[in-house]
């Protein structure tokens, strides 16, 4: 006897109509639920909140040529510049989520912000404002090539194998930033990095980075909900009582002269020695110079440091958009990611905030493929970003309660998830193996994105010419890669023009 079927009812089909949030993010659509959107989000949150610690180290704690700190001031200003880094990413990562509505938080790009800190202000006649006009100016350019489409028709130009590849090489990239982060691996004399402090693993940070690292692990394996969280939150616990009984303050490296504290937390000490809330200091809001960097640096000068900004930022965030869309399973069958071009002038409109919010350009963070990795597919993991960060700026203590050893071990799981395309290519084709190597290893032996990208673009062009297939593929990997080797050469470039 034929059963009726309940799903059929008027009241079941009103049960299972999804909801208003459901239809506008495509949750469902897109596999995911509520529940793994909010704790993509805290993942990702977890994974990249070091940025409101470590922007004001670099760029708060050097003056400009005028011996002015950023925020003001003959003294570092490191609370205001901390606040005005979880504001700028609060804003732009509810943006990311809520317009275009893909799974990519934005903070302060790391590089970006050393390069102004250390190339840029102490240039004669340079100021923090006007080194931050220079970013607005770098932000406006980028803009108005998103919006001429030229940054989309250079994303659809790129042949599929290179966005595999790139997908590969920001998983290695960010697993080794994730080992290096925590101190597990570390910079060597004899060698370029060795294992630990001393060349095997000692010290109680790292007994955190590992416990933390397994468990996530053994979670996963098991198919347990929310294993990166799950280990993150643990971590973090066990690193609040190993402080509390131990004390071990921060990492300081041994010199000749210093036994210094090798077995110190790499970044944030897991303790909260002040009162939680504090009134946020925005004193870096709106103190850009837009004409200053021009006048300060000449029109060729500045055209030089506006260029590097914009080809780091262009492609770094072309190959952080392709590795995050393939962790999620985003990409469509003709190479697409679904409303790419929002995230691109979303971007774009990213370095302009972050000059304006005097925090440096701001730019997608690859951690976000830690969220994804835990099941967040939707613009609402963004979102949920961007409020902690909002947050943030009357939390900061708390924020810096998470030690990197907590952290980083997401980095890990997310860069051995992302290494799995690997068998999409094939290495067996020279065209493929060649280029796709070469952005693989020189991502992280770099420690750029862009150079691994480039790199791979580079020898592509190259390759087809020397087989004589130089109108098989588009004609703007051609300008792609001869800016790249410009890139490549602004030293010389830089050093010619001066």
Excluded at 318 to 327: H, L
Excluded at 359 to 367: A, G, P
Excluded at 393 to 413: D, H, K, N, R, W
Aim: contains cysteine; glycine residues 12%.
């Amino acid at each position: 006897m034929q059963q009726s079927d309940p799903s059929s009812s008027p009241s079941a089909a009103r049960t299972a109509e999804p909801s208003a949030l459901d239809r506008y993010f495509l949750i469902t659509e897109r596999g995911s639920t509520l529940a793994r959107e909010i704790r993509g989000g805290l993942v990702t949150f977890f994974s990249m909140c070091y940025i409101v610690v470590l922007n004001p180290l670099i760029i708060g704690t050097v003056p400009d040529s005028t011996g002015q700190y950023l925020g003001g001031g003959a003294e570092p200003n490191l609370p205001a510049v901390a606040a005005g880094t979880a504001l700028i990413a609060g804003v732009l990562s509810i943006l990311m989520g809520a317009w275009a509505k893909f799974p990519l938080a934005l903070a302060a790009g790391l590089g970006l912000n050393a390069y102004l800190a250390y190339s840029v202000v102490p240039l004669p006649g340079m100021t923090w404002g006007g080194a931050m006009g220079l970013v607005v100016l770098e932000g406006v350019v980028i803009l108005l090539l998103v919006l001429s489409g030229f940054r989309k028709a250079v994303f659809d130009a790129v042949p599929p194998f290179l966005k595999t590849a790139i997908g590969v090489g920001i998983g290695l990239f960010i697993a080794f930033l994730g080992l290096y982060n925590a101190r597990f691996v570390t910079a060597a004399g004899a060698t370029p990095v060795q294992l630990g402090n001393d060349g095997s693993l000692t010290g109680w940070p790292t007994f955190v980075f590992v416990t933390g690292l397994l468990l996530m692990l053994v979670l996963w394996v098991r198919k347990v909900p929310g294993a990166i969280l799950i280990s993150i939150v643990t971590a973090t616990v066990l690193a609040i009582l190993i402080e509390r009984f131990m004390g071990l303050g921060a990492h300081a490296p041994a010199t000749p002269d210093d036994p210094g504290n090798p077995g110190g937390w790499a970044m944030n000490v897991p303790t909260v020695s002040e009162f939680p809330i504090q009134i946020p200091d925005f004193a870096t809001l709106f103190t850009v110079d837009p004409w200053g960097g021009i006048t300060a640096a000449g029109v060729i000068g500045a055209s030089v440091i506006v260029f590097s900004l914009l080809l780091a930022d262009f492609f770094d965030t072309m190959g952080t958009m392709v590795g995050v869309a393939s962790g999620g399973g985003l990409i469509t069958a003709d190479g697409d990611i679904p409303h790419s071009q929002r995230i691109l002038i979303v971007d774009s409109v990213a370095a302009i905030g972050g000059g304006v919010g005097g925090v440096s350009s701001n730019t997608s963070f690859v951690e976000s493929a830690s969220g994804v990795a835990e099941g967040a597919r939707t613009g609402l993991a963004a979102i949920v970003v961007g409020v902690l960060f909002l947050l943030t700026t009357f939390l900061s203590p708390l924020v810096a309660l998470v030690p990197y050893e907590a952290a980083t071990p997401a980095l890990v799981m997310v860069g051995f998830l992302m290494m799995t395309q690997i068998t999409e290519l094939d290495f067996t084709d020279v065209e493929v193996a060649l280029p796709a190597f070469l952005t693989i290893i020189l991502m992280p032996f770099a420690y750029s994105i862009t150079v691994g990208m480039g790199a791979g673009f580079v020898m592509f062009v190259l390759i087809r010419l020397v087989r004589g297939k130089a109108r098989e593929f588009h004609w703007l990997m051609y300008l792609i890669a001869v800016l790249f080797v410009a890139y490549f050469l602004r030293g010389a470039i830089e050093g010619l023009l001066t």
